[in-house]
């Protein structure tokens, strides 16, 4: 059974706009190159043919993906989120014990996690690790690679 996804109403729309993309420009574009393609004569030897139906059939995979996302979406309601603790939805502001440098994260579902945009997930190892506790908190991390992280919650508040 499908586990349900963590969002906030921001990633929602993103995923219903891909999708609307997908659904309509895309499509159409992958099914003008299939019949442009089999204008070429022979399909039993066509790769631009078979090219075609190839990104036919990422693209359908995709679409089932997101449509799959958009069902199982419980969607963050940003009104109701707790600064008092970590959870999905917040900003969350640390401080690494050993170095000294600061940094900040929005906790996301794992959907809309991007650890470039320091938007990470409620499942990733530092969110997992951040989630319920409160300001002032020391949190041990695991890391993959290296020695654990002691993190220090310097401040949380609505993302």
């Known amino acids: 059974m499908a586990r349900e996804t963590l969002i906030t109403p921001e990633g929602l729309e993103k995923i219903k706009e891909e999708l609307e993309r997908l659904e309509t420009d895309k499509r159409r574009e992958v099914a003008t190159r299939i019949k442009e393609a089999r204008e070429f004569g022979d399909i039993t030897e066509n790769s631009e043919y078979d090219d075609a139906k190839n990104e036919q059939a ?7 993906q997101l449509q799959e996302r958009v069902r199982r979406a419980t969607v963050i309601d940003e009104k109701k989120v707790d600064t008092d603790q970590v959870g999905v939805g917040v900003m969350v502001h640390v401080k690494d014990q050993k170095s000294g ?10 959907a809309e996690a991007n650890p ?16 319920g506790n409160k300001r002032n908190d020391i949190v041990t991390v695991e890391t993959p690679k290296g020695p654990k992280k002691k993190l220090k919650i310097t401040k949380i508040e609505a993302a």
Do not use: C, T, Y
Not at 105 to 110: E, H, K, P, T
Not at 121 to 126: A, D, F, V
């Open 58 to 64: 990422m693209l359908e995979k995709r679409i089932s």
């Open 116 to 131: 470039a945009e320091h938007k990470l997930s409620n499942e990733s190892p530092i969110g997992k690790a951040l989630i």
């Open 101 to 110: 440098k600061s940094d900040k994260f929005q906790i996301v579902g794992s």
